[in-house]
């Protein structure tokens, strides 16, 4: 199975993908699911949700929740989560029976976004942690990610983060079964490319003084 875990809406105010657009250029580039993940809110998800007619094809509804920690990624939601307290929108998601994973806890880019999360005190509350997320600039972003999901044996997901049409399948996620499963056992293979990494390669002095300095 090969699924985009990270995909925007135009219910997301920084995106201008519509429902009907994502769902058939994401059949088209050949992907079996996708996780629709806006920003506080299951509209999108919903939407898209109920225009799938294909059988074969699945869509996750899914929410990039705000916390006062970093943001986290919610799947196979019934209810949207309110943005607010770390721990208590993790609880509130396996509340549901859901899936929380970590949205690119080392995202460096205009807005700082430095990760405030114990993850040594929480790897057992969350699923995976979202390793490759085609929209970081810095190839260290997800390189540290995926560190760290190694080092506290922690499932991995990658998805493109996609908020136009020609961004969606950037990355994603492999592997069999359910996505339930693979998570639980850990068996996921991430994949991905940035169209910017070419651009961040000869600004690798630049990159370094950066990460240097927030983290």
Do not use: W
Not at 17 to 33: D, E, F, Q, R, V
Not at 38 to 66: Q, S, Y
């Amino acid at each position: 199975m090969k699924y985009d875990l990270h995909i925007h809406t135009k219910y997301s105010p920084c995106s201008n993908l519509k429902p009907h657009i994502l769902l058939k250029t994401a059949i088209k580039k050949g992907l079996n699911g996708i996780a629709v993940t806006d920003h506080n809110t299951i509209k999108g998800a919903l939407a898209v949700k109920k225009l799938n007619k294909n059988k074969d094809f699945e869509v996750i509804v899914g929410e990039e929740i705000k916390t006062n920690k970093g943001e986290i990624l919610a799947y196979y939601l019934n209810k949207e989560i309110k943005p607010g307290n770390f721990e208590e929108v993790l609880e509130n998601i396996k509340q549901q029976n859901a899936l929380a994973v970590i949205a690119h806890p080392f995202t460096v880019g205009i807005c700082r976004r430095k990760t405030k999360i114990a993850f040594k005190k929480i790897k057992n509350k969350i699923d995976a942690i979202e390793t490759f997320n085609a929209r970081n600039i810095f190839n260290y972003s997800n390189k540290k990610a995926q560190s760290l999901a190694k080092k506290l044996n922690l499932a991995q997901t990658a998805g493109s983060d996609a908020h136009f049409a020609f961004e969606i399948g950037k990355a994603f996620t492999i592997f069999d079964s359910s996505l339930r499963i693979a998570l639980k056992n850990k068996k996921t293979e991430i994949q991905g490319s940035n169209s910017l990494a070419t651009l961040s390669r000869p600004l690798s002095f630049v990159e370094k003084y950066i990460i240097k300095k927030l983290f």
